[in-house]
Structures are given as structure tokens and as C-alpha cells.
């Protein structure tokens, strides 16, 4: 079983910056693939970024040139950092990885963007 947790959402002013984290335990072999997604009240979950191995992350419109995935393959965690963050980045932000051919998802931690 793969366990995700994540952690870093909060309150912020417009333009400010935001770290998330998302770690994953359990029976772990390798993660090829995670990505975070984020959802807000009436709208469905939307993909944000993406990281594969030995591949360039990929992004969102919305968010490119403000947001970087990264990971650290040794902890199991894969990071988001957002920049210069807008009221419509307010939303739940969910990790998701695959793994063992399963999508596993953690429990979400809110982002809210405002003044």
C-alpha cells in the first residue's frame, strides 16, 4: 500500500510564493511518474504539472513561468513551487502518483490567494 501526504498550502497575498510538498510511503519501488492537480469548488480537478522520469516536466498554461515540479527520487517526494500566485490559483491541490501500474492520490492541502 502507498501512502501520500501532503504539506505547504496556506494563506497568501497576491504575488507571493507557496512550497508544497508530497511525500510518498509504503512499499515503494520506483515512481516514473507524479504530478499535481488542483480543484476548486464547481470545477473538476485539473492537471497543473507533471514529472516523468527522463523527461522535462511539463505545465499547465495557466501556470507556466510560475510554477517548477521537482523531486527528490531518493526521499519519494515530489515538490511544487508556485511564484507569484493569483486569486485563481486558490484550490485544493492534490499529489498523484502512479505506481505499480495504480494512480494513488493524497489527501489534498488548500491554497488560497488572497488580499
Known amino acids: 500500500q502507498v501512502r501520500l501526504v501532503e504539506s505547504g498550502g496556506g494563506l497568501v497575498q497576491p504575488g507571493g510564493s507557496l512550497r508544497l510538498s508530497c511525500v510518498a510511503s509504503?512499499?515503494?519501488?520506483?515512481?516514473?511518474?507524479m504530478a499535481w492537480y488542483r480543484q476548486d469548488p464547481g470545477n473538476g480537478r485539473e492537471l497543473v504539472a507533471t514529472?516523468?522520469?527522463?523527461?522535462?516536466?511539463n505545465y499547465a498554461d495557466s501556470v507556466k513561468g510560475r510554477f517548477t515540479i521537482s523531486r527528490d527520487s531518493a526521499k519519494n517526494t515530489v515538490y511544487l513551487q508556485m511564484n507569484s500566485l493569483k486569486p485563481e490559483d486558490t484550490a485544493v491541490y492534490y499529489c498523484?502518483?502512479?505506481?505499480?501500474?495504480?494512480?494513488?492520490w493524497g489527501q489534498g492541502t488548500q491554497v488560497t490567494v488572497s488580499s
Open positions: 509504503g512499499t515503494i519501488f520506483s515512481i516514473n511518474y
Open positions: 498523484n502518483i502512479i505506481h505499480g501500474g495504480s494512480h494513488y
Open positions: 514529472i516523468i522520469s527522463g523527461t522535462r516536466p
